[in-house]
């Protein structure tokens, strides 16, 4: 299944305190309330915040819920949950090909450039390829690659912040 | 001033007024009970750790103040897993210091080792591992804030023995007042908002069949008076569930008793008929509503909690408030002025019907019979003080003793409510005497639960706190033997706790105690008279009581609360 066509979904942007432990406190919340998490990632904001953008599913809690409960740790700080329409999301993937014809490297070039993505490695027949977009643009980049030998391939999780009023 | 981290942590447990400190010495603690010896504060050695947690639990819910616990690492840290989870669910406000192996030690596995955070971070409000021995002051003030305010609960904090021990440099530190807490993710809200507190306010003035549903949050919030002030200004009746027993006196003629599972057949009823429930500080809990999709189904809801997680987990709220009880039925009672309420007249008189009809009762026991558990509860509630402190263990006991004890006093119930922790009242009433010295306190307790914490009545020899136990032997786990005689065709499964042993009274003996065994009526009377007559030491009272008793009514696990269950002589109208 392509990852953005799976079931309803939130994005719940999350500020958290910087201090050991706190994402095995919102995992640990998730796993023992029973809410899914589709995807998760975090990084340190500045010396005393971190971000964690988290895609949950919402068929599993309702998302009130969900975001009362993580509320309640006292090391998160503020919870926005981010409209799909009006947000800056971003997702980025990192692919490993190995083309089963000497002649194709031309064709993806062209197929990377076309989605402004990158190429970072070739050698030979193998290349690494990285894309960073919208989850459903990665869908149709890595659809595309797919007669060229994908041999790995990594997604982040989304990202995301409120868009610009 | 200059100091080592085991100084610090009984210097910060004295700058947050720490009068008492329940707890168990131990290889990585060690450092911190050598300060022990040095600090103005009481420490009480229990028998087993989760004493302790108990202890600390009677004693907060008891005095209002946090309850401290302070225990080793590993076996200890896990054995105070219960006590935390059990404070946990029933918002209990708890600081909890376990000793940690040394910092550079953590993850290798080291002796005593447990990953103490990890396994209670989903049972505590919050936890902390210190590593650096400046931290402490501030920490145990953060600790002590947290666990006090918004919805009460415990928190934990793990010292690595190396910054504790002032044979390691590691443990240098020096000492700083804490100072405000600065804690951006945790700010409760205490007052309600105004449009919505004049919502339930008009709500209320409407109802024609309102009730109050009162829980334990009234009591964490010492909104006793409060509540009585709403409940009389409206007219309104109360329901007190088990977490809030006490919360209106019992005599009071608004108080129409605990709802839920055992509640009396007019609290229960009551809800299911309502048109408008006030929940105050209660939380839907699955014994009080029974099968959720038909529990008062007419009813609108106003619910006021300190917790938002509350509002609309379980049942959806027309009005929804979230602030402290105490504030927010303040700002409703200056909202209502001198408003009218609508007449209760006909819900009232329908009420007392219920009440007339199907009062609390029991049948007496037959001549030459076993005790009955009720009127031993009756017998204690009517020949000791009125602000007697009672604590009870879970299970038959517990009902009956929420049922027929008369709580006319707020705080003076102790019980485990949310967790159903076995072996609960002993430690608890301990807890609660040592904070309360000058009350009496009661544990109510039987076989079962007895046999699971009755070591701590050493602990209340020797450290000279003597409460009373009631100790209601039936002979059997009697509570899940009338589950299997009702829903498992009498097939009854390791259940018979009937001996020989224990002897209750030479082990009682044995701990220190004043032991009565009673097997007559007659006696009753007189071995009550005698308890409550020794404070020099503990009393425990065996009173042998009828095997077959079951606690009525009864919803069933699963049923609607309009399917409760009346005791076989009580005839059930019928319904349409």
């Known amino acids: 299944m392509k990852r953005s066509q799976l079931a309803e979904t939130h994005t719940l942007a999350v500020l958290v305190e910087n201090k050991a432990g706190v994402l095995a406190r919102v995992a640990g919340l998730f796993a023992r309330r029973g809410f899914n998490i589709d995807s998760l990632a975090v990084a340190p904001t500045d010396e005393r915040f971190s ?115 | 001033m200059e100091m080592d981290g085991g100084q610090a942590l009984l210097k910060a447990l004295e700058y947050e007024g720490v009068e008492v400190v329940f707890g168990y010495p131990g290889g990585a603690i060690l450092p911190v009970y050598d300060s022990v010896l040095d600090a103005g504060i009481r420490h009480v050695l229990v028998r087993h750790e989760q004493g302790a947690g108990h202890m600390a639990s009677g004693y907060a819910h008891a005095t209002g103040k946090p309850g401290v616990v302070m225990v ?49 971070m989903s049972i505590t409000k919050h936890n902390y591992l210190v590593s650096d021995p400046n931290d402490i002051p501030q920490i145990v003030h953060e600790a002590f804030h947290i666990a006090t305010h918004g919805r009460p609960g415990p928190v934990l904090i793990d010292l690595p023995k190396n910054i504790t021990d002032a044979m390691n440099p590691d443990s240098k530190m020096t000492w700083r007042d804490p100072v405000a807490v600065d804690l951006p993710g945790f700010q409760p809200v205490l007052d309600g908002d105004p449009a919505d507190i004049e919502a339930a306010v008009k709500l209320l003035k409407d109802a024609e069949r309102p009730v109050i549903y009162a829980g334990g949050g009234i009591l964490k919030s010492r909104a006793a008076a409060e509540l009585q002030a709403l409940a009389e200004k409206t007219n309104t009746p109360v329901v007190t569930t088990l977490m809030a027993r006490g919360a209106l006196p019992d005599s009071h003629e608004l108080n129409l008793g605990m709802p839920g599972m055992h509640g009396n057949y007019t609290a229960v009823m009551a809800m299911q008929e309502a048109d408008l429930l006030l929940a105050l500080g209660s939380r839907f809990d699955d014994r009080v509503t029974g099968r ?144 309360m010295p000058d009350r009496t306190v009661w544990a109510i307790d ?57 002897d209750y009274i030479k082990l009682s003996e044995a701990m220190g105690c004043v032991a009565i065994r009673v097997e007559d009526p007659d006696e009753v009377e007189d071995a009550i008279a005698r308890a409550n007559a020794i404070n020099d030491r503990p009393v425990v009272v065996e009173f042998l009581t009828e095997p077959g008793e079951n606690v009525y009514p009864m919803v069933p696990g699963g049923k609607s609360n309009s399917d409760i269950v009346v005791p076989p002589f009580q005839e059930k109208e019928t319904r349409s």
């Open chain 2, 292 to 435: 959720l999709d038909s529990f008062a189904p007419d009813a609108k809801v106003v619910h006021v909690d300190i917790d938002p997680a509350e509002l609309g987990k379980i049942r959806h709220p027309d009005v929804a408030i979230r602030g402290d009880a105490k504030r927010v039925i303040a700002a409703m009672l200056d909202t209502l002025g001198t408003a009218q309420t609508a007449d209760h007249g006909a819900w009232r008189s329908k009420l007392s019907g219920w009440q007339e009809n199907y009062p609390l009762a029991y049948e007496p026991a037959e001549p030459g019979g076993k005790l009955k558990p009720q009127m031993v509860i009756e017998s204690i509630r009517d020949a000791s003080p009125k602000d007697t402190i009672v604590a009870s263990g879970v299970g038959q006991h517990q009902m009956w003793a929420s049922q027929y004890w008369t709580f006319d006093h707020a705080y003076t119930w102790l019980n485990s409510g949310g967790l159903g922790t076995m072996g609960y009242s002993i430690p608890a009433a301990v807890g609660a005497k040592a904070g």
């Open chain 2, 72 to 120: 080793t690492s590993g076996p200890a840290a896990t054995n105070i897993v219960t006590p935390l989870a059990d404070a946990y669910l029933d918002s209990v406000p708890m600081v909890a210091i376990t000793g940690q192996v040394p910092y550079g030690l953590i993850g290798t596995d080291a002796f005593q080792e447990t990953d103490t955070t990890g396994i209670t």
């Open chain 1, 51 to 165: 971000r964690i953008t988290i895609v949950v599913d919402a068929e599993s809690a309702p998302i009130d819920q969900i975001k009362k409960q993580l509320d309640k740790l006292i090391n998160v700080v503020d919870i926005v949950e981010l409209q799909p329409e009006s947000s800056a999301l971003r997702e980025m993937v990192l692919v490993r090909l190995e083309l089963p014809e000497d002649d194709q490297v031309d064709d993806v070039l062209q197929l990377v450039s076309g989605f402004n993505g990158a190429v970072l490695r070739v050698r030979g027949t193998q290349m690494i390829l990285s894309l960073s977009s919208r989850p459903d643009e990665l869908d149709s980049f890595v659809e595309k690659l797919q007669p060229y030998g994908i041999r790995e391939l990594q997604r982040t999780g989304a990202i995301a912040i409120p868009g610009i009023e």
């Open chain 2, 446 to 502: 039987g076989d079962g639960c007895f046999q699971m914490t009755c070591q701590e009545l050493i602990t209340a020899s020797v450290e000279n706190i003597p409460i009373k136990v009631a100790l209601l032997n039936n002979t059997y786990l009697g509570m899940v033997r009338q589950w299997q005689e009702m829903f498992y065709e009498n097939r009854l499964s390791e259940v018979d706790l009937s001996g020989p042993v224990p």
